[in-house]
């Protein structure tokens, strides 16, 4: 095996879309992961998931990558009970969180997954299963050396308008302008996808702001949302 830092370590290794910074968990995101996730987190897996099998019932499946602390995601999930969401989070802290907000409300319709988004959609989600997906200020990378990290690249954006049932929409959400000019363009690139708006589309009534929406919102930031469906 090459030692750390190694060229061959660094060819090998994926350009992702976070940096894994062991945040501190707090006592009561820790006894959740340690009792919770048993529960709530679906394991990651090369098998695609059976929604109906983990939910018990058929509804319609959202998706959101990176919901953070997982306020938004509960909020949807307890504004819509005849829908099931999956969040899915790389975060220790955040996935921790969102446990002890599922157990708390109670929510019947939600379920986490902890690991990387890109690796999730390709192999656990089935092709055409998704009414919907929501990808709710993912970071901006802003300079341009961490540009590769972006995760709204055209290879992803095919693979999750690909998992869309038709009519399905992926919904995005960002208050880096440049970012959200570089979103636009990708959905408007992909075959699969449709603009529900002329260009960016108003913010969706069922949508609470985000932890990150009110960060942004503070430093004078203009958020955009930007919505598609596919055809
Ligand atoms: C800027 S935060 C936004 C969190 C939340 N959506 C909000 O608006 O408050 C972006 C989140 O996406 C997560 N994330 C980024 N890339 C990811 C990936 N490839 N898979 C899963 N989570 C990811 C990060 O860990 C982080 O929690």
Redesign the pocket.
């Known amino acids: 095996m090459p030692a750390r830092g190694t060229p061959e370590e660094t060819v090998r290794r994926p350009v ?3 940096v894994l910074r062991q945040g501190r968990l707090s006592p009561a995101q820790a006894r959740a992961l340690d009792t919770l996730a048993p529960r709530y987190c679906l394991p990651y897996s090369r098998e695609p998931v059976d929604f109906a099998r983990v939910f018990g019932r058929r509804a319609p499946v959202v998706l959101e ?5 997982g306020e ?1 995601t509960a909020a949807i999930a307890h504004a819509h009970p005849e829908t099931d969401f999956v969040g ?4 220790g802290p ?1 996935v921790g969180a969102i446990l002890n907000r599922i157990e708390q409300a109670p929510l019947a319709n939600l379920r986490v997954i902890q690991h ?3 690796e999730v959609v390709d192999a656990m989600i089935p092709p055409g299963s998704l009414a919907g997906i929501h990808v ?4 901006p990378w802003p300079k341009k050396r961490h540009h590769k990290r972006r ?1 709204l690249k055209p290879g992803f954006v095919h693979a999750l308008a690909s998992r869309l049932a038709p009519g399905g929409y992926l919904h995005a959400a960002t208050d880096w302008a440049p970012y959200a000019g570089e979103i636009l363009a990708v959905f408007e690139s992909e075959p699969l996808l449709a603009n529900t708006a002329q260009r960016y589309a108003p913010r969706p009534a069922w949508r609470p702001l ?4 009110a960060r942004g919102l503070a430093l004078g930031h203009e958020v955009v949302d930007i919505l598609f469906r596919r055809a």
Do not use: N, Q, W
């Not at 990558?65 to 602390?69: E, K």
């Open positions: 992702r879309s976070y990558i990176g919901c953070g602390m938004t899915i989070e790389v975060h955040g990387d988004a890109v709710y200020f993912p970071d995760l985000t932890k990150f929406e």
